[in-house]
């Protein structure tokens, strides 16, 4: 999705946007652009395509500066191209970045022409810059001018401003996309997240929704949406540079896929004694609230949804507790039927999805007894909005495919059904022992890590696929979609899964010697009825790929194609086991068929848009 950065200092500030827009490179975009201050009037460069494009542009055409704001575009309303690139702007006068969408743009857009503005692009954006230039043209200054023009939007937006007119200030606003204040020394920085700015500072205002914020050099000042004065608290920010960059490795999926046993320690830290998952690791008063819970209810978008069906058997099978899992963009626009009793579950690693937020506000108006976020980002605005919370720890993650994310998910997923299975009066020894079990995850999780070669030589026999089927049963199953999507998200290959038993419904009319087929296969009770449904493909002669359980690989005969083993650890460990050598499948697809693996085509990280 889009990205702003914005500065005001005593410092030639171009190079910390650029470094900035490089940084928020990984939330995927299509067009970038700058506009800096200069005497008596804004300087722009806009570039279609990558930040590199327009670092081109600048050093073929430098502008220098001490207060500006920049962006990377990801296109909504108008093509990827210059034109629609930002900084929009109104003459040379003011400059305008935005993220997010505005609804009512074409009735502003007619009435703004009908006054005489005239458009050069297609973007929903410019009309904003129209309207503010408007308001400070009736006298208003940027401050106040702003306040009044987001009064006429609808949608979602975070902005920076600039004017030509007031030299050294930059203003920013939220309303539904994410954006934090930095605090420099003597200089203040904007920006969607903080990791284009931890370079320069540690030290960030999370703005909160509604809030407009004046910035420059010296000072910042803010008002809520009531346009009163307020004060909102700075934090100290413990991101390092080193958790940012790609160190060693070819790529940010290919590290982040490599922290995975770190990431799920981490994520467990803390979390559990020896023989129980601790109390009140949800929040304040946690223990309370889910110990009345009877059903649960998951709610989440791609992969945090598959993390989400993944936890609806492992609930109903240790817990004994009922669970729904839905897609976010479905559930909001539903009226539910809220039961007696029921927890509400949003899973996000941005804990900025447009449609997981929704869903969460949408919930508590519905009646659940509680909103539990699951979430990678603190300060995002879904942990702001939830009543409880439990953060995976995976650190952050810049390759817009999820891996360590999914995986701490499922990890922070388990903790949750493990605490309710005990609430619920699980039998203790069969509870003790998936605890137990969960404190040797990352062990086999870099176990796991050691098929990468494996991966490697097999990913060759599929560069010129463009199709592949993926099967699993019961707690499987959302990994077979899980590993599909990555495959199709990284390397464009068509991939879809299919729970094994439905194959023989339609999918096998797929099947012939050119189709691969991917079947997850796991030490369980469903593992006979799993083979009979890969007897069916390997008689269609599919070119047939089984990813086991180590104890079950003898079950497998040649007939059954490539079969690779691994310890997977039991019903608890293994979905979250499987998923290492799918992901490990993508990565290496993707790479030798030469696509932009952290960054694949159309897509964003942080989906802040409906
Ligand atoms: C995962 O590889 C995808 N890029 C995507 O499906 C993602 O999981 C989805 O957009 C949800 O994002 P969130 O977890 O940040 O809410």
């Given at each position: 999705m889009c990205g702003i950065v914005a500065a005001a200092a005593r410092r030639n500030i171009r190079d910390i946007l650029m470094v900035g827009l490089y940084a928020l490179e990984y939330r995927g975009y299509d067009s970038a652009g700058i506009a800096l201050q200069q005497d008596g009037f804004l300087a722009r460069q806009r570039a279609a395509g990558k930040v590199k494009e327009l670092e081109a542009l600048l050093e073929a055409s430098p502008i220098d500066g001490h207060c500006g704001i920049s962006h990377t575009r990801w296109a909504t309303h108008g093509k990827p191209n210059t034109q629609n690139a930002?900084?929009?702007?109104?003459?040379?006068?003011l400059a305008l970045v935005h993220n997010g969408i505005i609804e009512n743009h074409a009735a502003l857009r007619n009435e703004l022409r009908e006054s005489g503005c005239e458009f050069n692009s297609d973007t929903d954006t410019e009309v904003m810059v129209h309207l503010i230039a408007q308001l400070m043209g009736s006298g208003l200054d940027l401050f106040a001018a702003v306040r009044k023009a987001i009064g006429r939007l609808r949608g979602a937006f975070a902005i920076a401003v600039v004017s030509a007119?007031?030299?050294?200030v930059v203003v920013g606003a939220r309303r539904g996309s994410p954006l934090v204040l930095g605090i420099g020394d003597g200089e203040h920085f904007l920006a969607s997240d903080v990791y284009p700015l931890i370079a320069e500072t540690t030290r960030f205002v999370y703005l909160e929704e509604g809030d407009v914020v004046a910035l420059n050099a010296d000072d910042y000042e803010i008002r809520n949406e009531s346009d009163e004065l307020v004060t909102r608290p700075v934090k100290e920010v413990e991101v390092t540079i080193d958790a940012v960059e790609r160190g060693d490795y070819n790529h940010y999926m290919q590290k982040e896929i490599f922290e995975q046993p770190q990431a799920v320690a981490e994520t467990l830290e803390g979390r559990l004694s020896a023989s129980r998952v601790l109390p009140n690791i949800f929040g304040v008063g946690a223990e309370e609230v889910l110990g009345k819970i009877c059903q649960v209810h998951i709610v989440a978008c791609g992969t945090s949804y598959h993390a989400g069906l993944v936890a609806r058997y492992q609930m109903e099978q240790l817990a004994g507790i009922p669970c729904r899992v839905e897609i976010a963009s479905e559930y909001r626009y539903r009226r539910p039927v809220v039961t007696d009793d029921t927890l509400f579950v949003v899973i996000s690693q941005s804990g900025e999805t447009a449609d997981t937020l929704a869903a969460l506000k949408h919930a508590r108006q519905a009646g659940y007894t509680a909103t539990l976020a699951i979430c990678?980002?603190?300060?995002?605005s879904i942990v702001r909005e939830a009543e409880l919370v439990l953060m995976?720890?995976?650190?952050?993650?810049?390759?817009?495919?999820?891996t360590k994310a999914f995986t701490t998910q499922l990890v922070a997923l388990q903790l949750l059904v493990l605490e309710l299975a005990r609430l619920n009066g699980v039998d203790e020894t069969r509870y003790a022992g998936y605890v137990a079990d969960l404190n040797h995850l990352p062990e086999l999780l870099n176990q796991a890590l050691g098929l990468d070669a494996e991966f490697e030589a097999l990913a060759a026999a599929f560069i010129e696929k463009e199709d592949a089927l993926f099967l699993g049963r019961g707690s499987h199953y959302p990994i077979a979609m899980e590993g599909a999507l990555k495959l199709k998200e990284i390397s464009y290959i068509h991939a879809e899964a299919y729970a094994a038993g439905e194959l023989k419904h339609g999918p096998l009319a797929l099947v012939d010697e050119k189709m691969p087929v991917f079947a997850v296969a796991p030490d369980n009770t469903l593992l006979e009825k799993l083979i009979s449904n890969i007897e069916e493909v390997s008689a269609r002669g599919g070119e047939l790929y089984v990813i086991a359980d180590s104890k079950v690989v003898?079950?497998?005969?040649?007939?059954?194609?490539h079969i690779m083993g691994l310890d997977t650890g039991g019903p608890l460990l293994s979905p979250v086991v499987m998923t290492i050598p799918l992901q490990l499948l993508a990565y290496h697809v993707a790479v030798q068929r030469g696509t932009n693996v952290d960054q694949p085509r159309n897509l964003a990280k942080s989906v802040t848009v409906e």
């Open positions: 930002h900084p929009q702007t109104a003459g040379d006068q007119v007031e030299p050294g990678n980002v603190a300060e995002s995976t720890r995976a650190g952050p993650e810049i390759g817009v495919a999820s003898s079950s497998f005969g040649q007939r059954h194609g």
